[in-house]
């Protein structure tokens, strides 16, 4: 016996099965399906269901961790979700995670994963939430074994656009140094003499996000500035020609490059690189 909620998991994916570790290591009786059934087999504790329909009926709680929105559309078509609590944590859009929550008969969550499968169950790790609120406080002790749980809205859409905005960053990020590895290996040195070096001027970048934020908000892109948007588009021209000499595509640095020179062709060359932003926004 015990005081743990019932859980009901449909999906065994890398991030599935680690979901449920986790749930089962703390204890959560856990009735889970997949469409492989031998993903199973190794979640000592957990109750395999034969059938989606099957695996919701056994929990009031049920939680998708599928391959994408068809996924879980074709799973949940045979389920009664009557009465249930249903959590998403399917990567989805925006639009994806709104839909859903018009179409399900229960309360409804969505849920961003901010964790690759082995971080899951460790404090780095963290699911954005959004939706029913209510759902939420009754669940959050359920929800926040995994991964810590942080709620950004009652917009089902908001986990999801938060989700999406900060690996659109790292995307950007690992660009970066995709770029920048790729310049040290064309003089043939050493990639890990210069990883502490990158890792190190990445870290001081860091604050810049602040910055940014604050600018953005007040509207304001021209107080403390320290590197004008006139000199960075000056610096860009050294950046494209390196590229150039050492023989390295510069179709990373480019379209950043592009959007610079537009902002500053715009008349904004005492802004910060801020003002970028509103070029991306369409409309």
């Known amino acids: 016996m015990t005081d743990k909620e019932p859980i009901a998991l449909l999906g065994l994916g890398a991030m599935g099965t680690a979901l449920a570790r986790a749930w089962l290591a703390a ?31 056994a929990a009031g709680l049920v939680v998708t961790c599928l391959l994408d929105g068809a996924s879980v559309d074709a799973t949940l078509a045979g389920a009664d979700l009557t009465g249930k609590d249903l959590v998403d944590l399917t990567t989805g859009t925006p639009a994806d995670a709104r839909d859903r929550a018009r179409r399900v008969p229960g309360r409804f969550l969505d849920g961003g994963i901010m964790a690759v499968p082995p971080m899951i169950g460790s404090p780095d790790a963290y699911v954005f939430y959004s939706g029913d609120r209510d759902l939420f406080d009754a669940h959050r002790g359920a929800l926040g074994v995994p991964a810590a749980a942080r709620y950004v809205g009652t917009d089902p859409g908001l986990a999801a656009l938060h989700d999406v905005a900060l690996l659109s960053a790292m995307d950007g990020m690992f660009a970066g140094v995709a770029h920048a590895f790729a310049l040290i290996r064309s003089a043939r040195l050493p990639a890990g003499d210069v990883a502490p070096l990158l890792a190190e001027w990445l870290t001081a970048m860091v ?49 950043w490059a592009d959007l610079m020179a537009r902002r500053l062709a715009g008349g904004h060359g005492a802004e910060d690189t801020t003002g970028v932003v509103d070029e991306l926004l369409i409309g």
């Open 207 to 255: 604050p810049s996000v602040y910055r940014t934020a604050e600018q953005l908000d007040r509207g304001d892109y021209t107080t403390g500035v320290a590197s004008s948007l006139a000199m960075q588009v000056a610096g860009n021209a050294t950046l494209l020609r390196t590229a150039a000499e050492q023989g390295v595509s510069d179709e990373l640095l480019r379209p």
């Open 27 to 57: 204890g959560h009786p856990l009735t889970v399906w997949n469409r492989t059934p031998g993903r199973a087999e190794a979640l000592a504790g957990a109750t395999v269901a034969a059938t989606p329909a099957e695996a919701v009926a």
